[in-house]
């Protein structure tokens, strides 16, 4: 069975700061882990995907993640926060080759002035 | 323009009523799926497509019923027999083994 962790509810940082979002998972498979963002009353955009390529996935929106085996994690980074990044961040994760996703309960990402 | 209507975005029902939510999507996707989000909680999976004229219940289809008679389309019923419907809505799509796209989400509020 598949299961995610998203290991912090809030995380607060300063504008200019970095981004650090953690999220570990457990899968019988070789998953395939998504990252997606939620602003307000909206829907959920992907920021990135890892898919058994290179374990350094880079997004949209200066984000980056890395794909850790050994950790089973595939925590989310940015270097410099922007006011804009304030939102709702969820880590999925989806069994190799099934498209049935797992979501984590999501991580609210304040970025203070 | 590709992507994934939802309409309405507010939805108001009386208890006792069914209601239901429209989702269609241009992609050309053959995999669809509704999810509810409850405030502060992640995404549960209610129903999914994977083709037209089939489709499997998720985690918590009780209340729920769908149909996908087209591939563009998957409406989603919210029954009387969903005793706590009021949530946010997000339908999503996706070829078989990719990421899902979501469409921006349908608010229900039981009065």
């Known amino acids: 069975a598949q299961s995610v962790t998203q290991l912090d509810s809030h995380v607060s940082v300063s504008e200019g700061t970095p981004v650090l979002l953690r999220c570990n998972y457990s899968?019988?498979?070789?998953?395939?882990l998504f990252w997606y963002v939620q602003h307000p009353n909206k829907g959920l955009q992907l920021l990135l995907k890892y898919t058994s390529a290179a374990t350094l996935v880079k997004g949209i929106n200066g984000f980056e993640a890395e794909f850790k085996k050994s950790e089973t994690s595939f925590h989310l980074t940015k270097p410099s926060a922007h006011m804009s990044d304030a939102a709702e961040y969820f880590c999925?994760?989806?069994?190799?080759?099934?498209?049935?996703?797992?979501f984590g309960p999501g991580t609210r990402l304040s970025v203070l002035p | 323009d590709g992507g994934i209507t939802q309409s309405p975005k507010y939805l108001f029902r009386k208890e006792g009523q069914n209601v239901t939510l429209s989702c269609e999507q241009n992609?050309?996707?053959?995999?669809m799926y509704w999810y509810r989000q409850d405030p502060g909680q992640g995404l549960r999976l209610i129903y999914y497509s994977q083709i037209v004229n089939d489709f499997q219940k998720g985690d918590i289809a009780e209340g729920y019923s769908v149909s996908r008679e087209k591939k563009e389309s998957f409406p989603l019923t919210v029954t009387s027999a969903q005793k706590n419907p009021t949530a946010f809505y997000l339908c999503?799509?996706?070829?078989?083994?990719?990421?899902?796209?979501f469409g921006p989400g349908t608010r229900l509020t039981v009065l």
């Open positions: 899968s019988s498979y070789s998953p395939s």
């Open positions: 999925v994760v989806s069994p190799w080759g099934g498209q049935n996703f797992v």
């Open positions: 992609l050309n996707h053959d995999a």
């Open positions: 999503a799509s996706s070829i078989m083994v990719d990421e899902q796209f």
